[in-house]
């Protein structure tokens, strides 16, 4: 049984991860078959896996387990029946869904399950992502906690503070500032506030650019990163089936 485990691990797994690495990369010559199969493999495994895992983490330990212990009687509890037979009862309605006739029965389960993900979506991007970068934005403009870190003093500190503050001015300007123009009025040259606020916009939307731009660098750096793993995967699995004939 070891030499068997041994065998799979040095020879077929290698093997395998070779050919579907090679299946993947065939996409660098347009849709095939071989793509198509290595795409719906990875695809069927990870869903295979996150039903698995969701069943025997969740569904398990939280709904069923708990509906067994409780039984008949402890189920008739007001706080049991809350707690169980509810979540039971929205995740049968769910299942439903599946089936083309009282697919309509999900509907309430689907909005149920949409409004709290959406619910803890916005809450967590509310207390995790937007206040905690607007202190760090309000935070790097006092010298006594950036200087000590980057070193930055005199001259240099203050031009990257007034990059910063229009930056982060021009590009709420971009999504802020709107213009309506009434009819017969197209042909009008703007008024001084119009054409600043036209102009700060054109600045937020170059810094915008400026960051997708960095944001695609990085995508695309990562990406040739994993590619060269790869084919350096491809190379080792080539090199060791060599050397062990």
């Given at each position: 049984?070891t030499?068997?485990?041994?065998l799979?691990?040095?020879?077929?797994?290698?093997?395998?991860?070779a050919?579907?690495?090679?299946?993947?990369l065939?996409?660098?010559?347009g849709d095939n078959?071989?793509f198509?199969l290595a795409?719906?493999?990875?695809?069927?495994?990870?869903?295979g896996y996150a039903?698995?895992?969701a069943a025997?983490s969740?569904?398990?330990p939280?709904?069923f387990?708990p509906?067994?212990?409780?039984?008949?009687?402890?189920?008739?509890?007001?706080?049991?029946?809350?707690t169980?037979?509810?979540?039971?009862l929205l995740?049968?309605l769910l299942v439903?869904k599946?089936v083309p006739g009282?697919?309509r029965?999900g509907?309430f389960?689907?909005?149920f399950?949409v409004?709290?993900?959406?619910?803890v979506?916005?809450g967590g991007?509310?207390?995790g992502?937007l206040?905690?970068q607007?202190m760090?934005?309000?935070g790097?403009?006092d010298?006594g906690?950036?200087?000590p870190?980057t070193?930055?003093t005199?001259?240099?500190?203050?031009v990257?503070?007034?990059?910063?503050l229009?930056?982060?001015?021009?590009?709420l300007?971009y999504?802020?500032?709107?213009?309506r123009r009434?009819a017969?009025?197209e042909?009008?040259p703007?008024?001084?506030?119009?054409?600043?606020?036209?102009?700060?916009?054109?600045?937020?939307?170059?810094?915008?650019a400026?960051?997708f731009g960095?944001?695609?660098?990085?995508?695309?750096?990562?990406?040739?990163?994993?590619?060269?793993?790869?084919?350096?995967?491809?190379?080792?699995?080539l090199?060791g089936?060599?050397?062990?004939r």
């Amino acid at each position: 049984m070891t030499e068997i485990t041994t065998l799979v691990d040095a020879l077929i797994g290698p093997i395998v991860a070779a050919l579907l690495t090679i299946m993947v990369l065939s996409y660098l010559i347009g849709d095939n078959p071989f793509f198509r199969l290595a795409t719906h493999l990875f695809i069927g495994v990870a869903a295979g896996y996150a039903g698995a895992l969701a069943a025997r983490s969740v569904l398990w330990p939280g709904l069923f387990r708990p509906i067994l212990q409780a039984g008949l009687g402890g189920l008739l509890n007001p706080t049991a029946a809350l707690t169980l037979l509810v979540p039971a009862l929205l995740g049968f309605l769910l299942v439903l869904k599946l089936v083309p006739g009282p697919s309509r029965l999900g509907t309430f389960s689907t909005a149920f399950l949409v409004g709290v993900g959406a619910a803890v979506v916005v809450g967590g991007a509310i207390t995790g992502t937007l206040i905690p970068q607007s202190m760090a934005a309000m935070g790097t403009f006092d010298p006594g906690v950036v200087s000590p870190q980057t070193g930055e003093t005199g001259f240099e500190r203050v031009v990257n503070m007034v990059i910063l503050l229009t930056g982060t001015l021009s590009t709420l300007a971009y999504f802020r500032f709107t213009l309506r123009r009434g009819a017969g009025s197209e042909g009008r040259p703007l008024g001084p506030i119009g054409l600043l606020g036209k102009g700060v916009s054109a600045l937020g939307r170059s810094f915008i650019a400026l960051a997708f731009g960095v944001m695609y660098a990085g995508a695309l750096s990562a990406t040739l990163l994993i590619l060269t793993q790869r084919v350096q995967f491809l190379m080792d699995a080539l090199t060791g089936l060599m050397a062990g004939r």
